[in-house]
């Protein structure tokens, strides 16, 4: 399976870190082996000296597609999740000034969190809220509703140029509130009163 990666869709995090608002989605990539394994903690990495927690929604593909119209993409998926997708932004930064990939501050071992997923007709897509507690405090708080490009629109899109496959898993980037995590953090993911992760930092 792959995961496919949405940057900078929603305005205000898009001003939290003085990027510029993109034309069209911003894409990434992480590799399987960044999935953090179930009930492990995340261990910051040796090199690293500021990593962030973004959450995001997460979406599983359940079926093969390539060039999926937007009008057809709510029968590539039955399930939504959160996740989060952790990021060494000082190290991102270097990398983007230098107009370099972005892989090793985002696609290390251990960089996506992958929490519980519950089916989606239970839900209101357009109008979803989630959050991020960080030891009992809430630090990101979205909906979806702010998304630049919907759920729909980033499978049409991202078809296009990766075939998507079942279990492919696509976050759907992060809303404002993102910050820096240290040992003994607790991270704890909600969709609306559901809870999907609980991540200790180490
Ligand atoms: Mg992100």
Known sequence: MKIICIGRNYAKHIEELATEKPTEPVVFLKPNSAILPKKTPFFIPSWSNKIHYEVEVLVKINRVGKYIEVKFAHKYYDEIGLGIDFTDRELQNKLKEKGLPWEKAKAFDGSAVIGNFYDKSKFDLNNLSFQLHKNDKIVQDGNTKNML?????????????????????????????????????VLIGLIEDKKCFNVKVK
């Open 149 to 185: 490009w919907k759920i729909e629109e980033l499978i049409a899109y991202t078809s296009q140029y990766f075939t998507l496959k079942k279990g492919d898993i696509i976050f759907t980037g992060t809303p404002a509130g993102v910050g820096s995590v240290k040992e003994n953090d």
